[in-house]
């Protein structure tokens, strides 16, 4: 796909998962676009840091975790996309609130790698003091579980 391509992709995924109304955010463009053998990474030195591999891993592990940690479904509001090739870069804000009354409005770069219309890998960068002071530390993977590395 193209540049352009995968960035209008990327805007229809945010546009859809951003609306206002909890009850009308909708995951199933990204779910959909999601490879089977993707991969997150959360960059950093932190509890979060890590690589989710795999579509599984990615939207239970990783999301089913963060959804677990919020009042409402989660809204991420895209500011700004940056496509190069198979590359889209998208500056993002958080709109959240846990269960116990704490805003999470983090900041994102995430680096979204495409390919044949699917993302093959996501680069998250944010503000890790605020993830782990809104959300916690993420919980330590058992050695058994699929998905972490």
Known sequence: ??????????????????????????????????????????TGQYSWSRTFAGKDAILNDLHGYVRSRLRDRTRTIAERFIADGDIVVVEAKGDNVTPEGVRYDNDYCLVFRLEDGKIKEVR??????????????????????????
Request: charged content about 25%.
């Open 124 to 149: 998250e960068y944010c503000d890790s003091v605020l993830t782990e002071t809104a959300l916690g530390r993420f919980p330590q993977a058992r050695p058994d579980q699929e998905g972490y590395h």
């Open 1 to 42: 796909m193209s540049a352009n391509a995968n960035k209008k992709l990327m805007q229809d995924i945010f546009a859809a998962a951003a609306n206002p109304d909890p009850s009308a955010r909708d995951r199933a463009l990204f779910t959909a676009s999601l490879a089977d053998d993707a991969k997150w990474i959360v």
